[in-house]
């Protein structure tokens, strides 16, 4: 029903023009303001950078003959500050090779040629202005997903890794060099990717090299390219990593196995950016953002004269250090979820999930090969596995790189359970126990436990079936049911885990549902819970 009130028109997109010639400021304003645009005008370079700082614009027109800073001089500017704002080149000079140019080196959107036609302009307007509309969206996306525990390749809802997520979009947009450091096999390369995917550049190319693995006599080559002839084998020209990586992002892996001789011509490299071939007697002039990661110390690195101080500064502008997996247990399921979907589709199997032993066990192990160790574990148990879930017997973890699993401890009469236990094993526990008390009279257990002589019977033969030694522990006295005991083990785990189903179901040792059920069952309630 018509109220009579206005709704609320939506917000005009705004361009900001950059000409120095006032007549043709005022014409293209004048016929973008009819078109429902909002405009603001520049008189050069300067002046439109100043101006951004108030009027964000949404696209950028500019004239690229101006005095103090021109429109070649304006798009450089703003490609170092990687500004997302699209920009439309206006030319003169009548040249397709210069203004194709302009698109390709300086990342403009577009460019016209002058005098400028309203009926060319405002089509162009309205693909910059869809193309950063995407952008935008793109990031917010990107965002979402993050909070969601994935970020492009990259896998954790732990706030170590929800903190690395939010170091990555920071400096994404920026041309900042970037440090990454962390153990082997945590992901240094997926975080170094996903920073260029995020970046402006990811259009251009990613390169990775890793220094580690390139021979002594090699690796200047490798890094800075050569002309033919300029050592023995050296039979054609050869563009080095910085060449190819030109436009884009160069990942120097391991750092710090590079020669000390190597890192002094590396910082020259990074400070103006121009590399000379092996052979050549001229500098090329490249752009590329440099990613450097380590697995080792940096400052424990300079102090044993392996990596240089003033290249360790000139790399270290923006930091990200990645926990091991040890250290975040709780992205272990999450993790492995992805592979499992990923290597379905590469080894056509079907596997569906983790048995929620088989998830107990990838938790409580130490992974001193972090997240590649687990990928290996997992393509193992999914090529075993083909279909269905995977079992325990699909895996093969070393035990000695387990962390003991939370056990019973009996005190006479007393028992006492850890949060953290397995159900099956406090279960176990307290029929022991309660056996032990009533000298083996399996009838007089039953009783006091509740349940009838075939279910204490059942229990035992699937106790027997789990264990390897056929030992047990248990509770506390006769008084007590089998289902007081489940009913307090539950809610002492719920309450560890924060209220959490799905996080106490995989510290229980049982599907989510299987909790569920059980816990409607027991009567256990949401207000048992926080009592509790």
Same mark, same amino acid.
């Given at each position: 029903m018509d109220n009579g009130a206005e709704m609320p028109s939506p917000p005009k997109h705004r361009i900001l023009i950059v000409d120095d010639d006032d007549a043709q400021c005022q014409l293209l304003s004048d016929s973008l303001s009819a078109e429902g645009y909002e405009t603001g005008t520049a008189n050069d370079g300067l002046d439109a950078l100043q101006k951004m700082e108030t009027f964000d614009?949404?696209?950028?027109?500019?004239d690229l003959n101006m005095p103090r800073m021109d429109g070649f001089a304006l798009m450089t500017e703003l490609r170092r500050r990687d500004s997302p704002t699209p920009v439309i080149a206006l030319t003169g000079f009548g040249s397709v090779e210069k203004a194709v140019a302009i698109v390709h080196d300086l990342k403009a959107f577009w460019f016209l040629e002058k005098p400028v036609k309203m009926g060319a302009l405002v089509p162009l307007v309205e693909r910059a202005l869809s193309q950063h509309h995407l952008l935008r969206?793109?990031?917010?996306?990107?965002?979402?997903?993050?909070?969601?525990?994935?970020?492009?390749?990259?896998?954790?809802?732990?706030?170590?890794?929800?903190?690395?997520?939010s170091l990555i979009r920071q400096v994404a947009p920026s041309s900042a060099a970037v440090l990454i450091t962390g153990e082997s096999g945590t992901g240094k390369e997926m975080v170094a990717r996903e920073i260029h995917r995020l970046s402006r550049r990811a259009a251009g190319p990613f390169v990775a090299v890793n220094c580690a693995a390139l021979p002594e006599t090699l690796i200047e080559s490798e890094l800075f390219g050569h002309e033919k002839g300029a050592f023995t084998g050296a039979v054609e020209r050869r563009a080095g990593c910085f060449e190819q990586s030109h436009g884009g992002t160069l990942l120097l892996d391991e750092i710090g196995e590079m020669l000390l001789q190597t890192q002094s011509k590396l910082l020259r490299v990074l400070e103006d950016l121009r590399v000379r071939r092996l052979g050549a007697k001229t500098e090329i002039q490249v752009d590329t953002r440099v990613i450097a990661a380590t697995n080792k110390?940096?400052?424990?690195?300079i102090q044993q004269g392996q990596l240089r101080e003033d290249l360790y500064y000139r790399l270290n502008v923006f930091r990200i250090d990645l926990p091991p997996l040890r250290e975040r247990r709780e992205d272990v399921a999450a993790i492995a979820e992805v592979m499992i979907h990923n290597l379905n589709r590469r080894h056509g199997t079907r596997v569906t999930d983790l048995m929620p032993t088989v998830l107990q066990r990838l938790e409580d192990h130490s992974w001193p090969g972090n997240v590649r160790e687990l990928r290996n574990v997992i393509e193992r148990a999914v090529i075993l596995a083909h279909e269905g879930p995977i079992r325990t017997d699909h895996l093969r973890l070393d035990r000695s790189q387990s962390i003991p699993l939370p056990?019973? *401890?009996?005190?006479?009469?007393?028992?006492?359970?850890?949060?953290?236990?397995?159900?099956?094993?406090?279960?176990?526990?307290?029929?022991?126990?309660?056996?032990?008390?009533?000298?083996?009279?399996? *009838?007089?257990?039953?009783?006091?436990?509740?349940?009838?002589? *075939?279910?204490?019977?059942? *229990?035992?033969d699937e106790i027997h079936a789990r264990s390897e030694d056929g030992s047990t522990e248990a509770a506390e006295n006769e008084d007590v049911t089998l289902e007081d005991v489940e009913v307090e083990h539950i809610l002492r785990v719920l309450k560890e885990s924060g209220g959490m189903v799905s996080k106490a179901a995989i510290r229980l040792g049982m599907p989510r549902t299987t909790l569920n059920a059980k816990m409607r069952k027991l009567g256990i309630s949401r207000q048992d819970i926080e009592a509790g």
């Open positions: 614009p949404d696209v950028i027109l500019t969206e793109n990031e917010q996306l990107n965002r979402e997903l993050s909070m969601q525990g994935l970020l492009g390749n990259l896998v954790g809802k732990s706030s170590g890794m929800q903190g690395v997520f110390a940096p400052e424990a690195a056990v019973p *401890r009996q005190v006479g009469d007393t028992l006492t359970l850890e949060p953290g236990l397995p159900l099956s094993k406090a279960v176990e526990a307290y029929i022991q126990l309660t056996l032990t008390h009533l000298k083996n009279n399996r *009838r007089e257990a039953a009783a006091a436990l509740g349940i009838s002589l *075939r279910a204490l019977q059942t *229990r035992l």
